[in-house]
């Protein structure tokens, strides 16, 4: 994700932390994994685990996104 974090800004009363990434397509994700090498290699090891591994990445990557919107949607103002 990209994001920035200007704190000169806060002193403006504006939220330091800017999310300029769109929203990811989750549908997408575990397309994704599969398409990188090492989870491939995963995969083909210890499917069953993979599977579980799989899911628990996607949950963390969208509790990481959310907490990417929850800090840019925090009012700043004074």
Do not use: C
Request: aromatic share 16%; hydrophobic share 35%.
């Amino acid at each position: 994700h990209n994001y920035r974090f200007d704190p000169r800004i806060e002193a403006e009363g504006k939220n330091p932390f800017q999310l300029d990434s769109k929203a990811p397509d989750w549908s997408k994700f575990q397309d994704f994994l599969k398409s990188e090498v090492r989870y491939t290699s995963l995969q083909k090891s210890f499917p069953e685990q993979a599977a579980e591994l799989f899911k628990a990445a996607e949950e963390s990557a969208k509790w990481r996104y959310n907490s990417y919107l929850r800090l840019a949607a925090m009012e700043y103002s004074k």
